[in-house]
């Protein structure tokens, strides 16, 4: 069973950076596609990132330039590198790896952005 554990999340000031990590275990396949979603208060879970098993990687509009999502060389670990923080990213970040065509999710992490 493939379990995801994300960390990293807080409350930063607008402007600041945080790092997201996300680990997985119980993994069975080196081919995999590692996403980040988020999801805010009343909103709907929304695909921030995704680094392709191949390595390309693709981002929401609303994060280019700002956000950089990147993977160990294990393929086991992906993060995400916030920087310049606003106060609309202000939400739950959600790691989710797909191989064997099944999905896992993370439990989430809070990321906070105060004005």
């Known amino acids: 069973q493939v379990q995801l554990v994300e960390s990293g999340g807080g409350l930063v000031q607008a402007g600041g950076s945080l790092r997201l990590s996300c680990t997985a275990s119980g993994t069975h396949s080196m081919i995999n596609v590692m996403y980040w979603y988020r999801q805010a208060p009343g909103k709907q879970r929304e695909m921030v990132a995704v680094?392709?098993?191949?390595?390309?990687?693709d981002y929401a509009e609303s994060v280019k330039g700002r956000f950089t999502i990147s993977r160990d060389s294990a393929k086991t670990s992906v993060y995400l590198q916030m920087n310049d923080l606003k106060p609309e990213d202000t939400a739950v970040y959600y790691c989710?790896?797909?191989?064997?065509?099944?999905?896992?999710w993370g439990q989430g992490t809070q990321v906070t952005v105060s004005p």
């Open positions: 989710k790896r797909y191989e064997n065509a099944a999905n896992y």
């Open positions: 680094i392709y098993n191949g390595g390309d990687t």
